[in-house]
């Protein structure tokens, strides 16, 4: 059997086991999907990316992404990791502090911040969004399923950046930590909605560390709930952005998100301009070595 370098990397974070762990295959060239595939399911994770060299010459590399179920065209904290990883391993230089990475999404730039004895700070520029409203019809089972008041001022929205998640805005961080949604029924409503999940963010106070808590729930993918979701709290932040909340949490903010599932994660999102949303943290690499094809 041909060994394959692996890592296992924790993303927003730099404290090893506290954020998002996405496994690595750095030399993907001598892997079938279906072989893609297995190998994600064994992993157990909630991603699994695999690297190939780039077929479009602006891009630096090329990542397939894989849940235990299926294949994404895009995905934020597995994003990172990969970056993490292959600057780590010395696969990929970086260019006047960027990347570029080719996916099922396009290509989609990454921005590195070095820091000085510490991992650096990479952001994924969001691929533009398009947001459809939840209908009118669905919005009390929403509630039933969460088990919380949605905030009506700014009703919920499908983001797409990608994956395609639901949206929802709630009165508080402390409503959002208390959620016990039902996942069963989460699952059948996101696939009538062809989501992949439920994203669910409130404020907190001003003196707080964060300006949000998130949560990410994708039962419907086999994920009950994600630590620390990139694509997420992207499309959140354009959820932020359509509702013209950008005055009420800053044009740069920290969001939170993993403490209900012992996790510590941090992430950093900034709105440049009229268009561009980029999400960002640091990560710390767990395991490495090899694999078998």
Not at 236 to 258: E, K, L, P, S
Request: hydrophobic content about 40%; aromatic content about 6%; some cysteine.
């Amino acid at each position: 059997m041909t060994p394959v370098p692996f890592k296992q990397v924790d993303v927003f974070t730099n404290t090893p086991y506290r954020g998002n762990p996405v496994a690595v295959v750095l030399d993907a060239q001598g892997l079938s999907s279906d072989q893609m595939q297995r190998i994600a399911n064994w992993t157990n994770l909630s991603e699994t990316t695999f690297v190939l060299p780039p077929t479009h010459a602006d891009a630096d590399y090329q990542v397939r992404i894989f849940t235990p179920q299926s294949e994404l065209p895009f995905a934020g904290h597995p994003t990172l990791g990969t970056a993490h990883a292959l600057i780590e391993a010395g696969v990929v230089a970086v260019k006047q502090g960027k990347l570029v990475q080719e996916c099922g999404a396009g290509l989609i730039e990454l921005s590195v911040t070095a820091r000085t004895g510490e991992s650096p700070l990479i952001a994924f520029k969001l691929p533009v969004p398009t947001l459809t409203p939840v209908k009118e019809d669905r919005l009390q089972e929403l509630e039933s399923i969460l088990g919380a008041s949605i905030l009506r001022e700014h009703s919920p929205k499908l983001v797409n950046v990608g994956p395609v998640w639901t949206i929802v805005q709630l009165q508080s961080a402390d409503a959002v930590l208390g959620l016990r949604p039902d996942y069963a029924r989460m699952a059948d409503f996101n696939r009538q909605d062809e989501s992949i999940g439920v994203v669910v963010f409130g404020a907190y106070g001003e003196d707080a560390n964060a300006a949000i808590e998130v949560r990410a729930f994708a039962p419907s993918v086999g994920v009950n709930e994600d630590p620390v979701c990139g694509s997420g709290n992207g499309s959140v932040a354009a959820f932020i952005r359509d509702a013209g909340q950008i005055g009420q949490f800053g044009a740069t903010y920290v969001a939170t998100q993993g403490s209900i599932v012992g996790r510590d994660g941090k992430l950093v999102v900034s709105f440049e301009g009229a268009d561009t949303i980029r999400v960002g943290g640091q990560s710390v690499t767990c395991i490495e070595g090899v694999i078998t094809q």
